[in-house]
């Protein structure tokens, strides 16, 4: 009796979490409890940084494989709602949300800005170089490459279909970064800025009307997607989800898609995403470099926007200059860049309100990321 | 009112010159080509007759219907012109949705003169033909698409010819009816339906690594559709705002209009020095909400209504029955 108590209790332990922990599991569950901190008390990104953070802990529960539970595991649960991610039919969604919650007015009233947005994915593909550099293959080196345009969505959606087996990695850098905008971005805008150039003044938006914001995603789509339709499950939704919006006659089908749709397609993508980075998976030292590369692009990006800018200005005169201040706005980490913007063009000047500037090459970069998503794909896949 | 034409001029320009690349039959080549077929492809009833690979070498689809499949272009000029007769052994590809060749693929035809068998089978056979070659012609019956010359020994032995690299072409010499050397030959494999090119082929990432291996290249050209594709969209906007700006002029010059005296009386509205703007009225909006907000007492207390906070829950419902006490 004794003996089959003995016996039933070990296999018992051999069946827990705790009978199968390594290391890995553990320094892999301390980093999903730092993403949670970092959302609950720095409010950095807490949409994204705590489902992927409680997502982490969930990956790395130690089990025996076998028990239908793991996410890489066919007929798991998990492994169901991943598939989401691996077939890149989440990130679609999230843009027709993103499409139905943004104001495109800010770009329209000045068009000049959208240029910045084309600017700052230079990250992307300054990332790309660094990445074959170092040895991976021209895939891999993509999909790390995408982590400069701070899209999330984005992200997942190249390394889904370029380096599948680099998607955790690629998906948790890309949103550490976006939710570090607000401390990356900083240090370099004030190292390419001179004070005067901080504190230029730009002329106020002009009113937007009806019919343009109407037309604007009808034609957009039409001019980005004729050109790179690789880019066209990422393009068509976002457009089209701004036209539910500006329509004006679809306001139940926005108010769903940037509402409850977005955040059940967020749970479902951080969750996931976050269970993917398995410590078998992930602690490895190409996560490393991958993290080194995303944090490289970043910096590219933003200063490739805020460069770009100073350049732009020499043929700019009077009060159509552009306050550098907003060229790291060109990534498309929206709204998180603009309101660095405008907090950095507040410690200069207090009455210099760079917000709704910075939201123009802000939703640019959302476009820009995008088509050179599609581009990268037309080339690579 | 120029600048607006020179926009609009852009944007048609940019789709008609994206237009005019894609869908082309000029990117037709009739890429292999066997004429003694003893033992070899068989077409649909099981029989070895003569035929023609096409290929689309371009990377969009293109719908072939229309062209002229032939092994005598004597009737070129005569057919290109309005009225003109198509001559006998010009066999027309009829309309089929298999006619849309995709992105870098093939197509069999074969030139057994059995035109009822199917829109594959043509109304000519090369066979018996005084000439030695096979044309493409566009639907227009005008131009010349692709024209291969085959080596009279095609005739008499089972092989095949055509496209050493699959649809490579030296344009410029074809259009001075000359070949370059070895871009025509015969091949080393029978490949119907396939690609001539039957040696290992490299991937698309290794042929990137090989021809790009620092990835400048790529960098470049994918920063310049990003700027492209954005361009454009800044071009569009241009040609809003200055749509926005004329219709703003115009209210305005319409308002202005509409405070002259002559127009005021035509119009009925009060001319300019009895209208009351905007401003006035807040002005005296102004006023008035502060004389009336000084004449209260300091209130020590603000009574208001809240409704009070029920948040509806079909649990809660009686009338649906759900906290229905169990009848004994």
Same mark, same amino acid.
């Given at each position: ?381 | ?163 050493? =690299? %699959?649809?490579?072409?030296? #344009? ?5 009816? &000359?070949?370059?050397?070895?871009? @025509?030959? /015969?091949? !080393? ?81 009060? =001319? %300019?020095?009895?209208?009351? #703007? ?5 002005? &005296?909006?102004?006023?008035?909400? @502060?004389? /009336?907000? !000084? ?34």
């Amino acid at each position: 009796m004794l003996e089959f108590f003995k016996e039933g209790l070990l296999q018992f332990l051999s069946y827990s979490g705790f009978g199968n922990c390594t290391w890995g599991h553990i320094i892999m569950i301390c980093v999903g409890l730092v993403f949670i901190a970092l959302g609950i008390i720095k409010e950095y990104e807490p949409l994204l940084l705590v489902p992927i953070g409680f997502g982490i802990i969930i990956g790395n529960i130690p089990f025996t494989d076998g028990l239908q539970v793991g996410v890489y595991e066919n007929g798991a649960v998990l492994n169901y709602l991943y598939f989401g991610v691996v077939k890149g039919f989440y990130p679609p969604l999230i843009f027709l949300g993103i499409g139905a919650m943004t104001d495109f007015s800010a770009l329209i009233s000045n068009p000049k800005l959208i240029l910045i947005g084309a600017a700052a994915q230079f990250g992307i593909f300054a990332a790309y170089i660094t990445a074959l550099l170092l040895g991976f293959t021209p895939m891999e080196a993509g999909a790390i490459g995408i982590i400069g345009g701070a899209d999330g969505p984005t992200a997942i959606f190249i390394s889904s279909k370029l380096a599948p087996s680099m998607m955790g990695a690629i998906a948790v850098s890309a949103y550490s970064y976006m939710a570090l905008v607000p401390v990356i971005q900083p240090p370099i805008m004030r190292a390419l800025t001179t004070p005067q150039e901080r504190l230029i003044r730009m002329r106020p938006p002009r009113a937007v009307s009806h019919r343009e914001k109407v037309l604007f995603p009808m034609m957009c789509i039409l001019l980005t997607a004729f050109l790179v339709p690789t880019g066209l499950p990422l393009l068509g939704m976002l457009f089209f989800g701004n036209l539910l919006k500006e329509s004006g006659v679809t306001k139940r089908l926005a108010n769903t898609a940037s509402g409850p749709l977005v955040d059940i397609v967020t749970i479902l993508i951080g969750l996931t995403v976050g269970a993917s980075t398995q410590a078998t998976n992930f602690l490895r030292p190409a996560s490393v470099l991958i993290f080194v590369l995303g944090a490289f692009s970043f910096v590219i990006a933003t200063a490739s926007g805020v460069l770009f800018v100073k350049f732009f200005n020499l043929f700019l005169k009077g009060d159509n200059k552009i306050n550098p201040l907003i060229g790291n706005a060109g990534v498309s980490a929206v709204p998180d860049a603009a309101r660095v913007s405008l907090i950095e063009g507040q410690k200069y000047d207090r009455t210099n309100f760079l917000l709704m500037h910075a939201m123009g090459p802000n939703v640019a970069g959302v476009i820009g990321s995008a088509v050179a998503a599609g581009i990268l794909l037309s080339f690579l896949y | 009112m120029k600048s607006i034409y020179k926009y609009i001029f852009t944007v048609v320009a940019l789709f008609a010159v994206t237009a005019s690349f894609g869908q082309s039959v000029h990117d037709l080549r009739l890429n292999e080509m066997m004429i003694k077929n003893e033992d070899n492809y068989a077409d649909e009833y099981g029989r070895h007759v003569p035929w023609v690979e096409i290929f689309n070498t371009a990377y969009n689809t293109v719908n072939i219907t229309g062209c002229y499949l032939t092994d005598d272009t004597t009737g070129l000029a005569r057919a290109g012109k309005k009225g003109g007769e198509i001559p006998a052994r010009w066999y027309r590809i009829p309309t089929d949705q298999k006619m849309y060749m995709p992105q870098r693929s093939f197509l069999i035809f074969f030139l057994d003169n059995s035109p009822l068998y199917g829109p594959f089978h043509t109304n000519f056979t090369p066979e018996k033909s005084n000439t030695r070659y096979i044309a493409l012609i566009s639907s227009d019956g005008k131009e010349l698409l692709d024209l291969v010359e085959y080596p009279v020994e095609l005739r008499d032995t089972s092989r095949v010819f055509g496209y050493v =690299a %699959d649809g490579v072409r030296d #344009n410029k010499a074809f259009k001075k009816g &000359i070949r370059a050397s070895g871009e @025509l030959n /015969f091949l !080393s494999d029978f490949t119907p339906a396939s690609s001539n090119e039957t040696e290992v082929k490299i991937s698309k990432q290794d042929k990137l690594k090989r021809d790009d291996p620092y990835g400048i290249g790529m960098a470049i050209i994918s920063m310049a559709v990003v700027f492209t594709a954005l361009i454009m969209i800044y071009v569009m906007l241009k040609i809003f705002n200055y749509a926005s700006r004329r219709a703003t002029m115009k209210s305005k010059a319409k308002e202005e209009a509409a405070k002259t005296p002559a127009m005021a009386a035509a119009t009925g509205t009060k =001319a %300019d020095d009895e209208a009351v #703007n905007g401003e006035t009225v807040a002005a &005296i909006g102004t006023a008035l909400h @502060l004389h /009336f907000g !000084s004449m209260h007492d300091e209130e020590s207390e603000v009574i208001t209504i809240n409704m009070p906070s029920k948040h509806y829950s079909p649990w809660a419902q009686k009338e649906l029955t759900m906290k229905r006490n169990p009848r004994r």
